[in-house]
């Protein structure tokens, strides 16, 4: 009963394709969230997966509901000693849609496909990947040890795609069963394929549609062009307002006054990297003096999703009546999440553009989280995972995009934990997604040492 014995049938448990066999049972559950017709394969995926495989570790499973969920929630426990360190973990076992006619030839969304070295398949990394990768380094601790050696809360929400609708509610019925001295969880890319990560939150995240409606109909732009406004022109203008022509926020209520030393120390080795099929950093867009990774990881960004005014698809001689923008602002600790739309209505004001209408988007706003990088969890956990690999980890003091961490840090207390098992390239929420069979194979061995150092009683007070 060792720490190199666990991680030995880790190893052993990856190249037998014990792990793929799982994997790919889990994969092909269609569980898409955004299909109001999957809801019996939400449910199926708690009950025939996720439940019997806590309860082969001895874990006591309940379902949660709550009226503002679409779909149920697993909850496992598992409580050794209450004396011992108990850690909450989390994944979600919906999906984005399948997307299956625009996959490559050969390939399906719901089914595990090796081509070209590569796993193929819908949820491979967001997120059955990723929470299947620590299920089964808890079943192997518990295996190799006999037991876990700390307490263990886990929960599986199925809603995730669509905004988490319920899991803030959920957590705030149930604080006391849920608490917990940690979240260790796993979602989102490495900072690059090859070195572990562990990011210790997420920005936030603000969808808005801005929108002017000028007049009822279009007019013919020989007879009225340069006598009414157009629409089009003036939300340019205005959007233009908002952000410079390299992407520096221009609103300072939406940026921090200033990015902390400790995140600055964490970042200073962390290159980003999208891998091969990756796009290339352009170093002149964004805020000026950050590094690369400075600009996603500890700023903030503002970006126009959509635009839309006449009829594109078939352009007329008419000055449209409208126009129309969905934007994104993604904003990280130190900016008031509450004076965001206060602050871009003054904006627009300011800068004489009153007729642009502001609206949120159904999107939920995700608040923005961060631990402090240099915190004896933080610490703990980089050091069990290069115990693990022999590779120095990145520590980001948040990932780039958003996720309901708000929940775990504000509602339930907790200091979060990361540690992603995708890479920037897996193709996340598109056609093909997939990931390097190598990245889950050294996921495993760092979570397995990583449960099993939790175990060993030398955890951070």
């Given amino acids: 009963m060792s720490r190199e014995q666990a991680i030995a049938n880790a190893e052993q448990c990856f190249d037998s394709g014990a792990f793929r066999s799982v994997l790919s049972r889990r994969l092909s559950i269609p569980t898409e969230s955004q299909n109001p017709d999957r809801a019996e394969a939400l449910a199926s995926y708690l009950s025939t997966e996720m439940q019997p495989a806590f309860e082969a570790m001895g874990f006591r499973c309940e379902t949660l509901t709550h009226t503002k969920a679409r779909a149920p929630f697993l909850y496992a426990e598992r409580i050794e000693d209450p004396a011992l360190p108990t850690v909450l973990g989390y994944g979600h076992g919906d999906v984005i849609r399948g997307l299956e006619?625009?996959?490559?030839?050969?390939?399906?969304?719901?089914?595990?496909?090796?081509?070209?070295?590569?796993?193929?398949?819908?949820?491979?990394?967001?997120?059955?990947?990723?929470?299947?990768?620590?299920?089964?380094?808890?079943?192997?601790?518990?295996?190799?040890?006999?037991?876990?050696?700390?307490?263990?809360?886990?929960?599986?929400e199925m809603g995730e795609e669509t905004g988490s609708p319920g899991l803030r509610e959920l957590c705030e019925q149930h604080k006391d069963r849920f608490r917990a001295d940690l979240l260790i969880a796993s979602d989102g890319p490495r900072l690059s394929p090859q070195r572990p990560t562990v990011f210790l939150g997420a920005r936030g995240s603000l969808n808005i549609d801005l929108s002017i409606e000028a007049r009822e109909g279009g007019h013919h732009s020989g007879n009225w062009g340069g006598l009414i406004s157009n629409p089009g022109i003036q939300l340019a203008h205005a959007i233009a307002s908002i952000s410079s022509p390299t992407g520096q926020i221009r609103i300072p209520e939406?940026?921090?006054?200033?990015?902390?030393?400790?995140?600055?120390?964490?970042?200073?080795?962390?290159?980003?990297?999208?891998?091969?099929?990756?796009?290339?950093?352009?170093?002149?867009?964004?805020?000026?003096?950050?590094?690369?990774?400075?600009?996603?990881?500890?700023?903030c960004s503002f970006e126009v999703l959509a635009y839309k005014t006449g009829n594109p698809e078939t352009p007329v001689n008419a000055i449209p009546p409208r126009a129309w923008?969905?934007?994104q602002l993604r904003f990280v600790v130190g900016v008031d999440p509450d004076n965001l739309l206060p602050a871009l209505r003054s904006h627009l004001d300011r800068q004489g553009f009153?007729?642009?209408?502001?609206?949120?988007?159904?999107?939920?706003?995700?608040?923005?989280?961060?631990?402090?990088?240099?915190?004896?969890?933080?610490?703990?956990?980089?050091?069990s995972l290069e115990k693990t690999s022999g590779k120095k980890t990145a520590i980001l003091p948040n990932l780039g995009g958003s996720l309901p961490n708000d929940i775990f840090t504000d509602v339930l207390g907790l200091k979060t934990v990361w540690v992603p098992h995708s890479y920037p390239g897996c193709s996340q929420h598109a056609p093909n997604e997939h990931l390097p069979p190598e990245l889950l194979r050294e996921a495993l061995t760092l979570m397995t040492g990583l449960y099993w150092d939790l175990g060993s009683g030398s955890t951070p007070k």
């Avoid at 070295?117 to 295996?143: C, P, T």
């Avoid at 159904?362 to 969890?377: C, H, S």
């Fill in 254 to 299: 939406w940026v921090p006054a200033e990015l902390p030393a400790s995140v600055r120390r964490a970042l200073v080795d962390c290159e980003v990297d999208g891998g091969s099929d990756g796009p290339v950093i352009e170093p002149e867009w964004g805020e000026p003096g950050l590094s690369p990774a400075e600009r996603v990881f500890g700023w």
């Fill in 354 to 383: 009153p007729m642009v209408k502001i609206q949120t988007t159904r999107e939920t706003m995700f608040k923005a989280t961060r631990i402090d990088p240099e915190d004896p969890w933080v610490k703990w956990t980089v050091s």
């Fill in 325 to 327: 923008a969905r934007c």
């Fill in 101 to 156: 006619p625009e996959w490559h030839e050969g390939l399906s969304p719901w089914a595990l496909t090796e081509r070209d070295g590569r796993w193929y398949g819908r949820g491979i990394a967001d997120n059955k990947g990723q929470h299947s990768i620590n299920m089964e380094a808890l079943r192997l601790v518990f295996e190799t040890r006999g037991k876990l050696g700390f307490n263990v809360k886990y929960l599986i």
